[in-house]
T-cell receptor, first 116, second 111 residues
Framework: DTEVTQTPKHLVMGMTNKKSLKCEQH?????MYWYKQKAKKPPELMFV???????INESVPSRFSPECPNSSLLNLHLHALQPEDSALYLCASSQDYRLHSSYEQYFGPGTRLTVT | GESVGLHLPTLSVQEGDNSIINCAYS??????FIWYKQESGKGPQFIIDIRSNMDKRQGQRVTVLLNKTVKHLSLQIAATQPGDSAVYFC??????????FGTGTSLTVIP
């Protein structure tokens, strides 16, 4: 099973709302990622978690707050977003995350976020 | 049909023809590459990967070629089918598992 699931599929939120995106994998992967993808653009890395600890934050604004409650779950908490934050938010996982190794990375279907 | 990836973002081919999608990567230290297929409304789907100690790898109907001298990667799809219509991204990995994606090429298969 190489499935990464994400909920919700679609989310519309106002600029004063607080919402969360959820991601789950049951492949035993120890690395999980959040990407942001604008229309007709490639995915852009936001955060990397390795063994439930934040390893990489690609200078993402604090209105995006990631959380990794356990090795299978990854959340992205959203607060006071701007309309330009509207995008497809993708979660991915891989077997591991190490400085001198690389592993296949599997993506979920994404959450389509619209900020009004 | 053939694209140059970063410079020509669209490619149209007749069903049954072979497709070649190109990608010029930026970092000579990149040591692992993945090709992804992304259909409309879906997340990227892993197609095939290649490590820098190889110059060719074959899968089912797909072949990836790596030319490290000119930092060029290509994806060849044999006997292209309508279901192959999608955007194709190459992704390069330099350190750990941080992948950086190319611009993408939109492939349209004409029945």
């Amino acid at each position: 099973d190489t499935e990464v699931t994400q909920t919700p599929k679609h989310l519309v939120m106002g600029m004063t709302n607080k919402k969360s995106l959820k991601c789950e994998q049951h492949m035993g992967h120890r690395a999980m990622y959040w990407y942001k993808q604008k229309a007709k653009k490639p995915p852009e890395l936001m955060f990397v978690y390795s063994y439930e600890k934040l390893s990489i934050n690609e200078s993402v604004p604090s209105r995006f707050s990631p959380e990794c409650p356990n090795s299978s779950l990854l959340n992205l908490h959203l607060h006071a977003l701007q309309p330009e934050d509207s995008a497809l938010y993708l979660c991915a996982s891989s077997q591991d995350y190490r400085l001198h190794s690389s592993y296949e990375q599997y993506f979920g279907p994404g959450t389509r976020l619209t900020v009004t | 049909g053939e694209s140059v990836g970063l410079h020509l973002p669209t490619l149209s081919v007749q069903e049954g023809d072979n497709s070649i999608i190109n990608c010029a990567y930026s970092n000579s230290a990149s040591d692992y590459f993945i090709w992804y297929k992304q259909e409309s409304g879906k997340g990227p789907q892993f197609i095939i990967d290649i490590r820098s100690n190889m110059d060719k790898r074959q899968g089912q109907r797909v072949t990836v070629l790596l030319n490290k001298t000119v930092k060029h990667l290509s994806l060849q799809i044999a006997a292209t089918q309508p279901g192959d219509s999608a955007v194709y991204f190459c992704a390069e990995n330099t350190a750990g598992n941080q992948f950086y994606f190319g611009t993408g090429t939109s492939l349209t298969v004409i029945p």
